[in-house]
């Protein structure tokens, strides 16, 4: 019954290898987003997409590229990694209707690039 | 810049005191603060919310409390338990920022037998 979900929890992979991460809610939101959180804890957006649409993209290299098939579904798609890109990735979901709409997290990827 | 912070990045009480974890923001054009429970391992689960026409709002064991005139954002557990234990970070949202939540650094909570 898990409300979003992220495929893989873990993912450890070569610098230069191309890797992707899924996500999919449940909850019927019209929202998605994808954070990256550093070694130290911080939290920052890098894309957000309301009805497939891309609608937040923040100053991130273009080797990361998201896809939404449908509204439930969010893929981050990263090319040649780097060791920069070790992180945690979290996937969450949200509802654009309504003024007080909290985002609801997956329970991360951890990337690690060797 | 404006960024959302908090004044201590770990906090450690005993097992029934009360919590008082701040956060600092500087965006006066925000409009609506989360507050956010991060245990190891997992990603941030909601706890409470409050909108900037609010100074205050209470659940279960938490409340939150909202001072705009120098805003500050507080976040008091009551009771604390050995599960309060994780990293908490409050976001905030700007006016018209399509949804975009900005989140602070993290506080630290750790609670004592």
């Known amino acids: 019954d898990t409300a979003v979900s992220q495929t893989p929890k873990y993912l450890v992979t070569q610098m230069g290898n191309d890797k992707s991460i899924k996500c999919e809610q449940n909850?019927?939101?019209?929202?998605m987003y994808w954070y990256k959180q550093d070694s130290k804890k911080f939290l920052k957006i890098m894309f957000s997409?309301?009805?497939?649409?891309?609608?937040i993209n923040e100053t991130v290299p273009n080797r990361f590229s998201p896809k939404s098939p449908d509204k439930a579904h969010l893929n981050l798609h990263i090319n040649s990694l780097e060791l920069g890109d070790s992180a945690v990735y979290f996937c969450?979901?949200?509802?654009?209707?309504?003024?007080?709409?909290?985002?609801?997290f997956g329970d991360g990827t951890r990337l690690s690039i060797l | 810049g404006e960024s959302v912070g908090l004044h201590l990045p770990t906090l450690s009480v005993q097992e029934g005191d009360n919590s008082i974890i701040n956060c600092a923001y500087s965006?006066?054009?925000?409009?609506?603060f989360i507050w956010y429970k991060q245990e190891s391992g997992k990603g941030p689960q909601f706890i409470i919310d409050i909108r900037s026409n609010m100074d205050k709002r209470q659940g279960q064991r938490v409340t939150v409390l909202l001072n705009k005139t120098v805003k500050h954002l507080s976040l008091q557990i009551a009771a604390t338990q050995p599960g309060d234990s994780a990293v908490y970070f409050c976001?905030?949202?700007?006016?018209?920022?399509?949804?975009?939540?900005?989140f602070g650094s993290g506080t630290q909570l750790t609670v004592l037998p």
């Open positions: 976001a905030e949202r700007m006016t018209g920022s399509a949804r975009q939540l900005t």
């Open positions: 997409y309301n009805n497939k649409e891309l609608i």
């Open positions: 965006n006066s054009a925000s409009d609506y």
């Open positions: 909850l019927g939101h019209d929202t």
């Open positions: 969450a979901s949200s509802q654009s209707r309504g003024s007080n709409q909290p985002q609801h």
